[in-house]
């Protein structure tokens, strides 16, 4: 009987991608809009203006620093992208990837005792998406885990 969790090809990324779409054209459309009327107000001094455009990439920056997250994995491990951090991961050191029902991303439980928050699968906006990225990064977390050394055998 073939495996439902088939894992895919390496290398992968996975991404929320709507989430990722939602926020960058929102970034940018804030940016537009701030920009334009701060140069439509004849009122304003050329340093009210440069504040706007200021606060306006300052925002932008924001939105584009939330859509960071993404989870690569590749022959010799995983990369986690989050928010303000980057960690690269051995295959041996992810034990278990979980995605429960609730919870706002993907936890990775590792080896040394700690659980690490994967933000770049999460369920917000693609549900089944995140659900079916999840289930990939464990079958490819299991079947390249040593601790079962005759699952390598070939």
């Known amino acids: 009987m073939p495996d439902p969790h088939q894992t895919p090809a390496l290398p992968v990324t996975f991404r929320p991608s709507r989430t990722r779409a939602v926020l960058l054209t929102a970034g940018a459309a804030i940016f537009v809009v701030i920009t334009t009327v701060a140069m439509l107000l004849e009122q304003l001094s050329p340093g ?37 951090g980057k960690r690269h991961l051995e295959w041996a050191e992810i034990l278990q990837v979980n995605l429960r029902p609730g919870d706002p991303w993907v936890f990775l439980n590792l080896s040394d005792g700690t659980s690490l928050p994967a933000l770049g699968i999460q369920p917000g906006i693609a549900k089944q998406r995140a659900i079916e990225d999840a289930r ?3 079958a490819l977390a299991e079947a390249r885990s040593v601790r079962d050394p005759e699952q390598h055998q070939g």
């Open 48 to 84: 009210e203006r440069v504040s706007f455009v200021f606060t306006a990439a300052l925002l932008f920056a924001v939105l584009l620093l939330l859509s960071r997250p993404k989870v690569v994995a590749d022959e010799t491990g995983v990369t986690v992208v989050n928010i303000a």
């Open 136 to 138: 990939a990064l464990r």
